[in-house]
């Protein structure tokens, strides 16, 4: 064995090993990091798309923030249209002026409250007011019937002695049907006779004056 040379008994070696197997176990080794790296690759890439989108969407919602907080001119200009509250400038939080808006539809609502609670008690008022002028007016009208009829019954009785003092100085007064009353007065020589048609439109003190101007001719 000592006698063989080297170069020979290195030769020998190697043929003794079974590569093979080992290069077939590399190459498959190689080809699965080579699909790994692909996959590793895709996804990657598709994660960075995905990455790219929702960062498109966070860029708008941020943009809708803005303008939300930050309002542009004409927003601040409608905003302008209610209430007393100051308008924020453009570069102002939007969140103020709608706190101080808030605060001012709330003083508005209790303020309302009051004038709706000053209103109802007005009317309740007027209500009570209506019901004693209404009490009022019937008495009113109670004593102007009672009053009325006093004045009637004390000038028939009035003009009941009248017609009889008139009688009984020569005056005769005659009551025609659908015709005004006729006053025949007959004064101190039987020869000389008035008469008198009674018309609507004379006064009783015409009348009056007229009766006793013929009784003293």
Not at 15 to 29: H, M
Request: charged share 30%; aromatic share 6%; no cysteine.
């Amino acid at each position: 064995m000592l006698d063989v040379a080297l170069d020979t008994l290195i030769d020998s070696t190697i043929e003794g090993f079974e590569t093979q197997p080992d290069i077939s176990s590399l190459a498959r080794i190689a080809e699965s990091l080579k699909k790994t790296n692909e996959l590793r690759e895709a996804k990657i890439d598709r994660l960075q798309k995905e990455v790219d989108t929702l960062q498109a969407e966070v860029d708008a919602l941020s943009s809708e923030i803005k303008a939300m907080v930050q309002p542009d001119a004409s927003i601040l200009e409608r905003l302008a249209e209610y209430g007393t509250a100051p308008v924020l400038k453009e570069d102002e939080s939007i969140f103020k002026v709608m706190n101080a808006k808030s605060i001012e539809l709330d003083n508005l609502k209790v303020s309302l409250a009051k004038r709706l609670t000053d209103l109802e008690s007005t009317i309740n008022q007027m209500d009570m007011v209506k019901v004693n002028l209404a009490r009022h007016s019937e008495e009113v009208s109670n004593q102007k019937e009672q009053a009325l009829a006093t004045n009637i019954a004390t000038n028939f009785n009035s003009n009941s002695m009248r017609i009889s003092l008139y009688k009984s100085l020569g005056v005769h007064i005659e009551e025609l049907d659908n015709m005004n009353d006729k006053i025949v007065v007959f004064g101190p020589s039987k020869n000389l006779t008035s008469v008198l048609q009674v018309d609507e439109k004379y006064l009783d003190y015409f009348i009056s004056n007229y009766i006793w101007e013929k009784i003293g001719t």
